[in-house]
């Protein structure tokens, strides 16, 4: 008979491997839950930034030229140079911008999906890291808010400035993707100012540490791999972010990975204790 303690380890130490049979966990519970976090994020993100007007408007215009400054002091001052050396790749400019505009939902959603369904221990962990990261990055867009270089010579924009000496292209808007942050409906609702994270960056991290430990073929590995990489491609490229705001990102992930193991003692399926082994093993 095979003493108790060997069960457990070999549990532990095949979690990875093998869907797990983790909490018992209900999907409208999770996606409820899920949409309504999102839904008052967003509205808390939106209350900050470029709706407060004017005033804010300058204090991201002034905490943008911070930045340039300290990449510059740095050697590492690329955004402008990388997004020219691309703007005539068009086919490549409309590809970033649809993949800017729906990836970042789209594979974090997959993610969350096939975790719940494979792997429902790591999920309840992974959750909660989410949740943080993301709750942890409305800090950022509250204290800093910064002006992104598409709005550095943005004459057009109320929300952007028209000062000579840079040459930053929004490209959502020209050539276009999906949706462009001066549309209508999305100028009203988003808060333009939010850079600082970057949480398509963070996101992008956190897909890449939930799912690479329990893929099997190196492909699947590599492309979850190197998908944080096209993020951060895509995102100085399309003039969104500076490279900055995906250390910011970072940081919001780390956080999150930080604080889940506390978090995911008070939400479903934590009181087995099973979400701390899932990523301890990961």
Known sequence: MVPPMRVEAGHAASVESNPSPGPVLKWWLEAGMTLGFYIVYSYIRNQFGSALGDSVRQRSYENALDIIDIEKAMGLYL???TQQQFLDWEWLIVFLNVFYGSFHFIVTIFV??????????RYTLMRS????????????????PLMPPRLLSNCASQYGVCVPGHNYVDTLVDPGGLWSFESGTMEAISNQYAAMPSLHVAWAVWCMIGLYPV???RTSRAVIASYPLLTLFSIVVTANHYWIDAVGGLVSV??????????SQFLPGG??????SAVSNG
């Open 79 to 81: 955004e402008e140079r």
């Open 215 to 217: 893929l099997k073929r």
């Open 254 to 263: 780390a956080l999150g990975l930080l604080l889940a193991p506390k978090l």
């Open 271 to 276: 009181s087995r204790g099973r979400s701390t």
């Open 112 to 121: 969350m999906v096939y975790l719940f369904v494979r792997f429902p221990a």
């Open 129 to 144: 890291a989410l949740a943080v990261t993301t709750a942890s990055a409305l800090i950022g867009f509250a204290l800093y």
